[in-house]
């Protein structure tokens, strides 16, 4: 039922945008031009390609309508998983070393800066001006 309705709407589209194609124009549009009773007309209304488009357009907001309550309730609540990716599993990190070190080159700069700290050039005492 819902792919015939689902067809229905994809041929009443395409019918509605042929007879839209098809009509004259009137000029105008957004601009000012035409006259001002030209779709008011006698002829306007009662043109076959008017009513049509009135008719299509119509058919096709119901229709539209119709179809999402139809999807909307349509049983289905799980979720399509065929396209779903696997994440690799990445390797583990590294353990860090016994002081804390995540690798061998911080070890050498934690002793630089430990060296640098016992100078007693630098004993934390700011000098007089």
Same mark, same amino acid.
């Given at each position: ?34 006259? %001002?009773?030209?779709?008011?007309? @006698?002829? =306007? /209304? ?7 488009? !009135?008719?299509? #357009?119509? *058919? ?31 390797? %583990?990190?590294?353990?860090?070393? @016994?002081? =804390? /070190? ?7 700069? !934690?002793?630089? #800066?430990? *060296? ?14």
């Amino acid at each position: 039922m819902f792919t015939f309705l689902l067809v229905l709407q994809a041929i009443i589209a395409a019918a509605l945008v042929t007879v839209i194609l098809m009509q004259r124009s009137e000029g105008g549009g957004l601009t000012s031009g035409g006259s %001002p009773s030209g779709l008011m007309s @006698a002829r =306007g /209304a009662a043109d076959f390609l008017t009513r049509a488009t !009135a008719v299509l #357009a119509s *058919a096709f907001v119901l229709l539209s309508i119709g179809l999402a309550v139809l999807a909307a309730t349509r049983g289905g609540t799980s979720v399509d998983t065929s396209l779903e990716r696997t994440v690799p599993v990445a390797a %583990p990190a590294p353990a860090p070393k @016994a002081d =804390g /070190a995540p690798f061998a080159g911080a070890q050498d700069e !934690a002793a630089r #800066a430990a *060296a640098n700290a016992t100078t007693p050039a630098d004993n934390g005492v700011p000098l007089a001006n």
